[in-house]
């Protein structure tokens, strides 16, 4: 029997896991004793990797749209050059920006850099990910605030905080083996705390709740910065030696006393003085938000004044401490900084001519080639494409029909697109139903290359199964389309994910991402490694569970971190008459991901799993409106769409709030255009509603 240690890749803890395979089958998966990760244990959806076994159909190969509406298979070099020749002949007749591709968080490492070169190089044009629709706040917000995309924990904090404070995060679901390791805590007396309007699966097993009104965290934080501040519980010696604007942040915090937190956020001037308490006698106070933060109207705010908090009681670089965000996909790190879409490879800028006479090196291009400018964010693509300024579309390892907020502007722009491709393991996911080509490739299961966790770790993808005949990774289909472009030299560096992955080490020379010296056949079979890691330094950075920032130096010009501030802006989706209630949006249960083409890959969960959408509907409420469990109610949203959904009864949820899991696409059909101003992050937990009940003769109609 064969041991291969490969990484999962659906969350970004990025367990490791023993896949044993016999006769080209996996026969047993065993979380890898010992990984700093996850030690052993993992959740469901690692466990059943080897559901990847079987993904499209064996040997399937690239389809195309016939003008009758049919598919016809072709081989993969007539897919590439189809492809390349469309996409050439749209930027012909359209203009560059004609063409776009939307990528993801879940390829490896060297896959969203090819694409980036491909897309965003050669042919200059846009690729934005889904990773807009999760982490841009806290990229923008880490950026703004330490100088750098660079979150400072390590999964080991939350095992040494005292005080442990959950803010818009839902670990018990979301991330499990952050949960476990908050359960492994042995501080004695530590307090676990959940800031979320709803009482979710973690702030039941939390000792404190703060069941704030929904997108009122600003206030919150601003309320608790001001009287620790009044009540001088301030770390003096942190503040003066490591940040910057602490007196403007003073004074613009003399206006959020607790009266006016107690009115904004609905918390009583007990709830909040007993939190700002906690958080002033925790000897190692840590911060972690997630979507609950990053997807809002003022996000990158929110998640600033987190930070902020972290930086007033010294909080910062400590074991157990740090205002942390947790990140959602497995690879969602790698695609920050090595997609080439919001930055140069490795973080760098566009605009600096140092930057990218550096890359255009390594990568053995002029530096004339290389992209010129930040992509456009995701919404203005989609827009492009509706305005009929985009004519092309390339989608890979993302589902934007069901994920992207308001979907039906995805249904309606897709109608208009000359050529749309995805590239996806099933054929089966809603947005390949109006495609022009499908590119199926194989799952990481049959795959190699690399992925970064949250807490910056470098780890291996390893391929556990040989491939059938066609089968291709996504790197080798970007290659291939690449190839028939006619890039020529300009791939001759990147024939495989090792040739990249060696390119992306020296990109990141220098930076804090640092990681040239980490080597492709050292990471198989290892702990990981956590950047920065540069060459030279390997005995003094050994250890497996490192942090940023322990020396107070932060990655700004001053190398001092920043007090960002702003006054809370008026709710651009207030409730109203009409749409009197919260549509909060997240993930349902521990097996189901996404868009569900993957939940099918856990199948006793998909076993169990309700096949339509359903809502939660406070007790009380569903009373008023005599909805009893199991019905089925038609939500109006304030964006003009409506859904149906079935109604599962609970006092979980508040009393003017519907909480629907986005694992069915009705979710959002529902949810608004509307943005953060910083990171075009959607305000995805942000909607307004009504309801009213579906009646059993209309049922028919769902
Ligand atoms: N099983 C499973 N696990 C997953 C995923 C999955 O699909 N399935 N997806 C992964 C990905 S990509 C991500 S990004 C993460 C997401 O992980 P989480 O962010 O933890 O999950 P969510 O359910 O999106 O949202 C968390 C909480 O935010 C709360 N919330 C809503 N509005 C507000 C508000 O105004 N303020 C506050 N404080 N809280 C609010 C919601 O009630 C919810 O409980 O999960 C990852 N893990
Ligand atoms: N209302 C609401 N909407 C949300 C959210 C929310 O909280 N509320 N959360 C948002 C967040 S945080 C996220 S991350 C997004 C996620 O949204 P999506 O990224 O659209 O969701 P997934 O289902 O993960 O889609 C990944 C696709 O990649 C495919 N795939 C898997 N492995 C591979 C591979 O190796 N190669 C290729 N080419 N394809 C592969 C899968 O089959 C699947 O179709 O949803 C967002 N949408
Ligand atoms: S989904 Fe996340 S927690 Fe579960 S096994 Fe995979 S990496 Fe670990
Ligand atoms: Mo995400």
């Known amino acids: 029997m064969k041991k291969v240690q490969s990484t999962c890749n659906f969350c970004a803890i990025d367990c490791n896991l023993d896949f044993y395979v016999e006769n080209d089958r996996i026969v047993k998966v065993i979380p890898t004793p010992g990984y700093p990760v996850n030690d052993g244990f993992s959740c469901i959806k690692g466990l059943s990797l080897n559901k990847q076994q079987t993904t499209v159909k064996p040997n399937a190969l690239p389809k195309i749209r016939q003008e009758d509406g049919t598919f016809k298979e072709v081989s993969w070099d007539e897919g590439f050059q189809y492809v390349a020749d469309q996409l050439l002949a749209l930027q012909a007749k359209y203009g560059t920006e004609s063409v776009a591709g939307i990528s993801t968080g879940q390829l490896t490492l060297e896959e969203f850099a090819i694409y980036g070169h491909v897309m965003r190089n050669y042919l200059q044009t846009n690729v934005d990910g889904n990773t807009r629709l999760c982490m841009a706040t806290a990229a923008v917000a880490h950026k703004g605030t330490y100088g750098f995309d660079a979150p400072g924990f390590t999964l080991e904090d939350l095992e040494l905080s005292d005080t442990i404070i959950l803010i818009g995060s839902n670990p018990v679901v ?47 934080m601003y309320t608790l910065a001001h009287i620790i501040i009044e009540n001088d519980w301030v770390d003096h010696s942190f503040v003066d030696e490591h940040t910057e604007h602490y007196e403007e942040f003073k004074t613009f915090l003399e206006d959020f006393t607790l009266e006016r937190g107690v009115k904004v956020t609905g918390l009583s001037a007990d709830q909040i003085m007993e939190l700002a308490t906690l958080i002033h006698e925790g000897k190692r106070v840590s911060f972690w938000w997630t979507m609950g933060v990053n997807q809002g109207y003022e996000a990158v705010r929110t998640a600033q004044s987190i930070m902020n908090l972290a930086f007033l009681t010294g909080n910062v670089g400590k074991p157990g401490t740090g205002g942390n965000s947790f990140t959602g996909q497995c690879n969602a790190m790698s695609s920050r900084l090595f997609s080439n879409t919001t930055c140069l490879f490795g973080g760098r800028e566009f605009g ?81 139903e109006e495609c022009t080509v499908f590119f199926p490739v194989v799952p990481g299961i049959k795959k190699e290359g690399t992925y970064i966790n949250m807490e910056r770790r470098l780890s291996p993808l390893r ?48 930076m804090p991402c640092d990681f040239t010296g980490v080597y492709w056949d050292d990471l198989t079979g290892s702990h990981g490694r956590q950047w920065p890691y540069p060459e030279g330094r390997e005995e003094e950075l050994k250890a497996d569970q490192r942090r940023l920032y322990e020396d107070g130096q932060f990655f700004t010009p001053s190398k001092k971190a920043q007090f960002i501030f702003e006054e809370p802006l008026d709710n651009p989706c207030p409730v109203t008459e009409e749409f009197p209630l919260v549509l909060n949006t997240g993930r349902g249960t521990v097996g189901q991901w996404h868009t569900q083409s993957r939940t099918k890959e856990v199948k006793f969960v998909e076993d169990v799993s309700l096949k339509k959408a359903y ?37 979980y949820v508040q009393y003017g709030e519907l909480y629907v899991p986005i694992h069915y696409i009705e979710c959002n059909k529902l949810t608004p255009s509307v943005y953060d101003k910083y990171s075009r992050e959607p305000n995805y937990k942000g909607g307004t509603c009504r309801f009213e009940k579906v009646k059993e003769g209309e049922l028919t109609h769902v």
């Open 174 to 220: 979301a991330h499990p083996i952050v949960w476990g390791r908050i359960r492994n805590n042995k501080v004695p007396g530590h307090k676990v705390i959940v800031i979320d309007p709803r009482q979710s699966e973690t702030a039941r097993c939390a000792d404190y709740h703060y069941p704030l009104r929904w997108r009122t965290d600003l206030t919150l």
């Open 352 to 432: 600096n001519q140092a930057d990218r006479d550096y890359i255009a090196n390594i990568i053995g291009i002029d530096a004339d080639l290389l992209a010129k400018k930040p992509t456009l964010p995701y919404n203005a693509i989609i827009e492009g494409i509706n305005e009929g300024r985009i004519k092309g579309l390339w989608v890979l390892c993302t589902n934007p029909r069901h994920s992207w907020t308001n979907n039906e502007t995805f249904a309606s722009a897709v109608k208009k697109l000359e050529l749309f491709v995805v590239q996806d393991i099933y054929d089966t996911i809603e947005s390949a």
């Open 463 to 510: 391929q556990v199964l040989p491939r059938g005949e066609n089968e291709i990774s996504d790197y080798e289909c970007i290659l291939g389309v690449g190839k028939a472009l006619g890039m020529g030299e300009a791939l001759s560096r990147w024939e495989t994910p090792r040739d990249c992955f060696n390119l992306l080490r020296e990109c990141s020379r220098g």
């Open 615 to 651: 809502l939660y509907m406070n007790t009380k409420m569903a009373a008023e409106h005599d909805v009893h469990e199991n019905d089925f109610v038609r939500v109006y949203s304030s964006n003009g769409q409506d859904a149906v959904f079935m109604v599962k009864v609970t006092d």
